[in-house]
């Protein structure tokens, strides 16, 4: 198959540069003297100074002139001529060779030219884009992030996530440099909005100079410039506030943004809501595992809590949190990185809610109220270094990982009016290396050495005091306490050997490897007397599982970069080799599987600023650990999870196209994007819910699941009214089965999410910002006859006013309103206000700041997921008052 695929493409290229030939083209590229690409230069092919044909070369500095067919067969001259370098010609004498041309510098200088302009405008060269940060930036503004959310053709989800055209970014680079990997909300939410210069989108980014032009990369990624001034000295804004009732927040940091040195270190501690774990979100990381095929443990046990509202998290979160992070990178030398980042987090954070929920049965509803009072105490340390070494003809990188994180959480819980207290402890030890070498010969074929290497341990023990459910648990006898442990230790590989041929018209790269896991599955479910005695809480209790799976595989992968088409097809074969034992249930099974998941995906450039973009795959994938284990697990106090089946085998097809247009000079931005997806099992989950219990297993049928999903998005920044204008719609439907006491229930959800928003720079002295999110979902299953829809409707609004140069006025405010037909409408409205007065100097900020005006302490939310309707309520905090002192140093 894949021999085949390979000639077809050989072929199609073959016929093309056929074709091209009996065209009589001629071609080749343009450099200075420094061997850099020389962009728009302008190229003729001249006869007796008569001119036969003409172009321009790209941004690559190649260029491409059809010879026309009248032409004489001799006495053809190639011109080339380019302001600020000298003319030169060359005469044709073989059209088959390139004419390559080196330009030198002209010492002709021409009239300086200033052309003024305070209109916001949007600067394309090539690839990338370039927004000056001062166009959109406002005075109340103080980071990074704050003009990053407006910019036209940008969206930040709420966890600090940016895309760009509907695209999340895979990095944002400090001044060319990868300081933080996808950590950016570092960056976002400490540099100081002044210091940086452009905000730069870069389209079909690859990181890899030996790889560029190579092999096609559909990546976006974000790069900021950093003004002169703030390049030669340290950078920071300091924080220290407090307020009533007894709040404070502290925020200490210093930067560097110099060429050899770039920092960003910071300790921040607070009581206010502002979650400092968010500073350590990787955005991308779930993406990354899968490319490395690194199934890593889930978290297992847990306390069962309702999660968290659908708020801005500093509504609602109750904390007392501090953090160090430590991030310096120091180029050695010329394309020779060190890197550094260690970061070490501590936490309280309490929540307080009741829960109801229902679940829809044929002949019955089942209810569960619970109120718990939760209080959790993580302990995170994190330590990366990697060394980088990125040249145009090698690359190499080493990047050694360590996390370690203490986890205890408690809680006090009434469930359906019986009361227990919970203890959960899960600590984490997490080590990774990754390894990877790219080298190129002198005949230009490409090289590469791969080895990643992880070890995980997660031992997790909850003790739910006194003892739940005995009339399931524990032979129908009261007894004192209830007692999980689990843990997965894991160690996990991946090495491969490649090899690229890259060419004119067609790259090809060849890669085989092998990945190992092996694992463990150990737990326990015992019963604690109330003589202390310990016994099993059930007959299968407890898990003593081995896991052990080789994947050894061959890809052959066909990359096409061109201008026009960029197109990408991997071909890779796997060969699973799996098994799995466990001797207590005399469970000892193999599988042993080859599996072909061809990919396809392309970008077509229809226009200047526009592309169609596309894709297809077909994934065999298999199930985990966690989906095998025969003793039962209680991983939350009221469900009861274990195993019948064999392991999950899945085929998931998905296809997509989109649209993506631009028009930078106007900047508008339009994009379009259609998803399917159809996947297909060999198990089901089943449920035996009672008023008490869930217990789950999975059964060997098959299950199908399909999701189709659309979306649109618009963003159009007005001259007139100095306005970003925005909006765009979301909708997804889903089709999936569940067993359910014996009774198979499908459903079909679907949710629509639509968005508008502004903002404007009224005046000088008065700017705004609004968004509103509708969201409506419906479930409807036929075997109940029944159809549930929810319709959320949020709003966000700021509005900022500058009476004079020192003095900053806000007010802000949400508004959240559901509406479902079995209960009341929830309306809520928050704001906040703020007044900050800039004292010149001793260049310092005062800024006194009112958060939940209104003093609302409690949040009402609704669920509906298939056929699982909650109504949660949460306490949140109330109003309350701070000063903060601000200056920069």
């Known amino acids: 198959m894949i021999a085949l695929v390979k000639n077809l493409l050989l072929g199609i290229i ?88 080196k330009l030198s510098a002209s010492s002709k200088q021409l009239n300086e030219v200033m052309i003024k302009n305070s209109r916001p405008h949007l600067k394309v060269s090539g690839d990338t884009l370039s927004y000056r940060a001062s166009d959109f930036s406002s005075p109340q503004d103080r980071v990074i992030g704050d003009v990053i959310k407006k910019l036209p053709g940008v969206t930040v989800a709420a966890d600090g996530k940016i895309s760009y055209n509907n695209k999340p970014i895979s990095n944002l680079y400090i001044g060319g440099d990868n300081l933080l990997d996808d950590k950016y909300n570092i960056a976002t939410g400490a540099i100081p909005n002044k210091v940086v210069d452009l905000v730069q989108i870069l389209e079909n980014h690859q990181p890899i100079k030996a790889l560029k032009g190579k092999v096609v990369s559909d990546d976006v990624a974000m790069n900021l410039t950093f003004k002169p001034d703030a390049k030669i000295k340290v950078v920071g804004q300091e924080t220290v506030g407090a307020g009533l009732p007894g709040k404070y927040d502290e925020n200490l940091n210093a930067m560097m943004f110099k060429d050899k040195y ?309 071909l890779p074969l796997n060969l699973q080799l799996l098994n799995y034992n466990d001797a207590q249930y005399n469970l000892d099974k193999t599988l042993n599987r080859l599996y072909f998941n061809p990919k396809v995906s392309g970008k077509y450039q229809t226009g200047v600023e526009n592309y169609v973009s596309f894709g297809y795959g077909f994934k065999n994938d298999v199930g985990n650990i966690q989906d095998v284990y025969y003793g039962n697990i209680l991983k939350n106090y009221r469900s009861l999870y274990s195993n019948n089946a064999d392991l999950t085998e899945r085929q998931t097809q998905t296809a997509l196209l989109g649209f993506n247009y631009r028009k930078a000079i106007t900047l508008f931005f339009f994009g379009a994007n259609a998803m399917y997806t159809h996947s297909v099992a060999n198990n089901i989950s089943s449920s035996i819910i009672t008023d008490t219990l869930q217990q789950r297993i999975v059964l060997p049928f098959e299950n199908g699941f399909d999701s189709w999903q659309l979306s649109t998005s618009i963003s159009k920044y007005n001259f007139a009214l100095r306005t970003t204008f925005s909006t765009g719609i979301n909708w997804q439907s889903s089709r999936s089965n569940q067993i359910q006491n014996g009774i198979i229930l499908p459903y079909n959800t679907i949710a629509t999410t639509l968005n508008a928003g502004i903002e404007s720079k009224i005046s000088e002295k008065v700017n705004l910002s609004y968004k509103a999110y509708y969201t409506q979902t419906t479930s409807e299953s036929k075997v109940l006859s029944s159809k549930a829809v929810i319709k959320q409707l949020q709003q966000q609004g700021a509005i900022n006013y500058i009476p004079s140069s020192n003095l900053f006025l806000s007010l802000s405010g949400d508004h959240y309103f559901t509406h479902q037909d079995a209960a009341n409408d929830l309306k809520y409205i928050f704001a906040d206000a703020s007044a900050r007065y800039k004292f010149n100097k001793i260049k310092t900020d005062l800024e006194l700041s009112a958060v939940n005006l209104f003093d609302t302490r409690t949040y009402s939310a609704l669920y509906l997921s298939a056929n699982t309707f909650t109504a949660n309520t949460y306490t949140i905090p109330g109003r309350f008052f701070l000063l903060k002192a601000m200056f920069n140093i």
Request: with cysteine.
């Open 14 to 101: 073959l016929l093309v540069s056929t074709q091209t030939a009996f065209a009589q083209n001629i071609g080749g590229t343009i450099t200075d003297s420094l061997g850099k690409a020389v962009p728009f230069a302008s190229v003729t092919l001249k006869n007796n100074n008569v001119i036969l044909a003409y172009t321009v070369t790209n941004n690559k500095g190649e260029y491409s002139i059809a010879i026309p067919a009248n032409a004489p067969k001799t006495g053809l001259l190639v011109e080339v001529s380019c302001v600020g370098y000298k003319k030169q010609n060359l005469v044709l004498t073989d059209a088959s060779v390139p004419c390559n041309f």
């Open 262 to 570: 770039k920092a960003i270190n910071y300790l921040k501690g607070n009581n206010t809501g502002y979650d400092v774990q968010n500073d350590l979100v990787s955005h991308n990381m779930a993406s990354y595992l899968s490319r490395l095929d690194n199934d890593k443990p889930n978290t297992v046990l847990s306390l069962g809590t309702a999660g968290d509202p659908d708020l801005p998290r500093n509504r609602y979160l109750f904390d007392q949190s501090g953090i160090i992070n430590l991030n310096n990178l120091v180029n050695l030398k010329k394309d020779v990185q060190l890197k550094a980042n260690v970061s070490y987090l501590h936490d309280t954070q309490t929540q307080n809610y009741t829960k109801s929920t229902q679940i829809y049965q044929p002949n019955d509803t089942v209810k569960y109220t619970e109120t718990q009072q939760n209080k959790r105490r993580p302990d995170w340390i994190h330590t990366q270094f990697t060394l980088n070494i990125n040249r145009d003809k090698y690359y190499l990188n080493n990047t050694l990982v360590t996390d370690y994180s203490h986890n205890t959480n408690y809680s006090g819980l009434t469930t359906n009016g019986v009361f227990a207290n919970q203890v959960f402890k899960d600590n984490t030890l997490d080590f990774s290396n990754e390894f990877n070498l790219i080298n190129t010969t002198k005949s230009n074929k490409i090289y590469e050495w791969y080895s990643y290497i992880n070890r995980i341990t997660e031992p997790e023990t909850r003790t739910i005091e006194p003892g739940l459910t005995s009339s399931k648990l524990n032979n129908n006898v009261p007894y004192a306490s209830l007692l999980q442990t689990t843990n997965i230790p894991t160690w996990f590989t991946n090495n491969y050997l490649s090899f690229k041929i890259p060419g004119n018209y067609l790259t090809q790269s060849y890669k085989a490897g092998f990945s190992q896991q092996a694992q463990q599955l150990q737990s326990s479910l015992n019963a604690v007397q109330y003589n202390n005695t310990v016994t099993p809480a059930l007959k299968n209790s407890t898990n003593n599982l081995d896991w052990n799976r080789t994947r050894i595989y061959a890809d052959a992968q066909y990359d096409v970069p061109g201008n026009k088409l960029k197109l990408t097809v991997d």
